[in-house]
């Protein structure tokens, strides 16, 4: 029968029915009338037969992997319009020649396409470049950047929450918005960095990736590289 033995009296306890049914998986097969007439506890229905038990959990079974084959399709189409908009941005960024429309076509781009709802460049002023409402010139000693010198070093995308200072600094007409982020420029110098923010709160969240980021940094990051040579 099984590799454990019955007891004499001839009756299985728990532990012995439950080895026997693991190692004879089929037992049920063409034992129609014996599922019929088992039932099991259910806290809705009183009670219900194996099969319907059997058939309640291959239901949520089935509900979950579509739940997650749905999420796989959301990201993957997500993903997808991500890259073609960085492709588009791209192409623009080539053909441009001088810093000042490498900047407007960023911003364009971003609040157009990407649908950011404001964006930031905070550059250092050694690269010469004019100030206007989405372009802030500062020294990189400056005082205002003190909040940020640990953002600087790391040279990495963030997500995480600002300080109400830190918001108004970088977003002064947009005072509603509810998440931000922040993107290094940088080659082998530091350029400054770029601000993005959004009216939705969970736009950008610390949990989120930032690998998009990162590309977009990058980017952007070249371009500025090659207009100030």
């Known amino acids: 029968m ?3 033995k019955i007891s004499q009296n001839n009756q299985l306890n728990e532990k012995e029915v439950e080895i026997y049914l693991e190692e004879h ?12 007439s088992l ?11 194996l099969v319907e038990k059997q058939m309640t959990l291959l239901r949520e079974e089935n509900k979950r992997q579509k739940n997650t084959l749905n999420e796989f399709i959301i990201t993957a189409t997500e993903n997808d319009a991500l890259t073609s908009k960085i492709q588009s941005l791209t192409i623009q960024l080539i053909s441009t020649e001088d810093l000042k429309t490498t ?10 396409d990407f649908k950011i709802d404001t964006c930031k460049f905070i550059l250092f002023t050694e690269m010469n470049v004019k100030k206007c409402n989405y372009v802030d010139c ?19 995308p963030r997500c995480n929450k600002l300080t109400v200072d830190q918001y108004k600094f970088l977003f002064t007409k947009s005072i509603n918005i509810a998440s931000s982020a922040l993107i290094p420029l940088n080659t082998e110098k530091t350029y400054g960095f770029l601000a993005l923010g959004s009216l939705n709160a969970d736009h950008f969240n ?12 990058t980017l952007i990051s070249k371009s500025i ?3 100030t040579i």
């Open 2 to 4: 099984t590799k454990k």
């Open 25 to 36: 998986p089929d037992f049920f097969i063409n034992k129609n009338q014996l599922l019929s």
């Open 39 to 49: 039932h099991l506890p259910h806290s809705k229905k009183g009670s219900i037969s």
């Open 103 to 112: 900047l407007q076509i960023c911003h364009d781009t971003l609040i157009n």
């Open 138 to 156: 500062l020294k990189k000693n400056d005082s205002s950047l003190k909040s940020f010198q640990s953002f600087l070093k790391s040279k990495s």
């Open 206 to 217: 610390p949990s989120m990736g930032t690998d998009y980021l990162s590309l977009i940094g």
């Open 225 to 227: 590289e090659r207009d």
